[in-house]
C-alpha cells in the first residue's frame, strides 16, 4: 500500500521513514545592550552580573527600527531555508515558539507563513516559555513520523525586552534577557536512521507563580504579591526559586532521557542546552563529567533568549562545524510554567 495519502488530508499509513534538519538559522537584533550599558542605566555592576550569571551582554530590539518578534522570526527562518535549499512554498507546516507574539490574535505564526511567502499552509504559536523550541521539535517529529508532514519550520522567537523595566526597580529581571530568534526545517528522510531517540516534556502549573507576567490588576495576581500598576506587563520572578528548581531538574532530565535511550552520557556528542544562568550549566556539566566542548555556553554574549535560546546555540554550532551528520545531540530546555524537556536526536 502507498504510504502517501490518495485524498489530500487524509490520514495516511504511517510510513517507515526518518527525521532529519535540512537547514538552521538564527537573528539577532541591531542594538547590544552590555554589563556597562545597564550600569549607566540601574543600580548594578557588570561585577554582580558576570558572577551570579555569566552574561557579559545581550541584544534587544530597536523598534524605531520596526524590530520585533515577527522580523527576527521571519529573518531566522529564512536563512533556515537558504540553508537547506529550499523555498518557502516547499514547506508543509510551521511552528513558532513564543511567549512574546505579537498581539494574542492572530497567532504570529500566520503572519510568519505570509511574511516568507508560504502560502496558505498551517501555522501555530506553541507558548511554553523557554521550552517552547524543544517543545515544538518533539511535535514536528511526531507529525513527520505519522506520515500527516513531510516539511516542517520550527521556529523559536521571543524579545523579552518589552517585559522588562530598564532601571533599579526591574534590575534583578532585565540583566537576565535578550532578543533573537532561531529556526530548523525538518524534513522526511528515506533514512531510517536519523530522527528522535528519546524525549521528555513535563510541566508543573502549581509553580506557575515563580515566573509570570501579569496582564489584569484584579485577576493575575496571585495571594502573597501585592497587585500593583507597575507590574503588570513586566516578568515576575522568583528567581532563587527557579534556579534551585532548576539546578536539580536540568541534570534530573538528562538522565531520565539518557535512561530511556539505553545511552551514557559520553555517548552524546553535543548537549544543546536552553541558556538561562551559566551556573545552572556548569552545574550539569560537573554532574554527568563532560568537557566544556560538549556543552555549549554562549550565554556571555546574548543572555538568556527564552524560546529563541536552543535553535540559537544550533545554529552556532552547525556554522562552526562542530554538530554534523552523524552525531547525537540532546536539546534541554525549562523555564515558566513550569516546564522541562529534552529532544535527543540522531542526527
Ligand atoms: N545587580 C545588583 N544587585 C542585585 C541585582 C542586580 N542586577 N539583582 C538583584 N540584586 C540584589 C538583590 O536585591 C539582593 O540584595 P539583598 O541581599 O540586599 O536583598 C541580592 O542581590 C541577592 O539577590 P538574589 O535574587 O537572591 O540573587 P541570586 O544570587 O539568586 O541571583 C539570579 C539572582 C541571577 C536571578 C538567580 O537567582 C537566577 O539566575 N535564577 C534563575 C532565573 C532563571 O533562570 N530564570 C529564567 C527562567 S527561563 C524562562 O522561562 C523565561
Known amino acids: 500500500m502507498s504510504p502517501t495519502p490518495a485524498i489530500p488530508g487524509a490520514v495516511p499509513t504511517p510510513p517507515n521513514l526518518g527525521v532529519r534538519f535540512a537547514g538552521v538559522g538564527s537573528a539577532l537584533p541591531s542594538k547590544p545592550l552590555t554589563n556597562a550599558d545597564l550600569e549607566q542605566l540601574m543600580d548594578t555592576s557588570d561585577e554582580w552580573i558576570v558572577q551570579r550569571t555569566g552574561i557579559r551582554s545581550r541584544y534587544i530590539v530597536d523598534h524605531e527600527r520596526g524590530e520585533s518578534c515577527l522580523t527576527l522570526a521571519t529573518a531566522a527562518l529564512r536563512r533556515a531555508l537558504d540553508e537547506a535549499h529550499l523555498a518557502p512554498t516547499d514547506l508543509d507546516l510551521i511552528i513558532l515558539a513564543t511567549m512574546t507574539a505579537e498581539m494574542s490574535c492572530p497567532p504570529t505564526s500566520c503572519r510568519l507563513a505570509a511574511d516568507i511567502g508560504a502560502g496558505t499552509i498551517g501555522a501555530i504559536d506553541v507558548t511554553a516559555a523557554c521550552c517552547g ?59 531510517t536512521n536519523k530522527g528522535l531517540i528519546a524525549q521528555a516534556m513535563h510541566s508543573d502549573g502549581a509553580r506557575w507563580v515563580d515566573l509570570y507576567i501579569p496582564e489584569d490588576l484584579d485577576r493575575d495576581f496571585p495571594e502573597g504579591h501585592e497587585p500593583s500598576p507597575e507590574h503588570l506587563k513586566r516578568v515576575q520572578m522568583n528567581g532563587r526559586g527557579v534556579f534551585k528548581f532548576a539546578v536539580g531538574t536540568f541534570s534530573d532530565v538528562i538522565q531520565q532521557t539518557l535512561h530511556q535511550a539505553g545511552l551514557a552520557a559520553t555517548d552524546i556528542d553535543m548537549f544543546v542546552c536552553h541558556q538561562s544562568n551559566a551556573r545552572i550549566l556548569s552545574a550539569a556539566r560537573d554532574r554527568f563529567g563532560l568537557s566544556e566542548e560538549k556543552l555549549y555556553i554562549n550565554i556571555d554574549r546574548v543572555g538568556n533568549t527564552v524560546a529563541a535560546s536552543v535553535p540559537l546555540c544550533l545554529d552556532e554550532l552547525t556554522k562552526a562545524g562542530r554538530i554534523k551528520e552523524g552525531d547525537k545531540v540532546m536539546f534541554v530546555a525549562f523555564g515558566g510554567g513550569l516546564t522541562w524537556g529534552t529532544s535527543l536526536w540522531q542526527l
Open 133 to 191: 523550541f524543544v517543545y515544538s521539535l518533539n511535535t514536528a517529529y511526531a507529525l513527520i513520523r505519522s506520515g500527516l508532514y513531510r516539511s516542517i519550520a520550527v521556529v523559536g522567537a521571543d524579545t523579552l525586552s518589552q517585559y522588562l523595566t530598564y532601571d533599579s526597580s526591574g534590575r534583578s529581571t532585565a540583566i537576565l534577557f535578550g532578543d533573537a530568534a532561531g529556526a530548523a526545517i525538518l524534513r522526511a528522510t528515506d533514512d
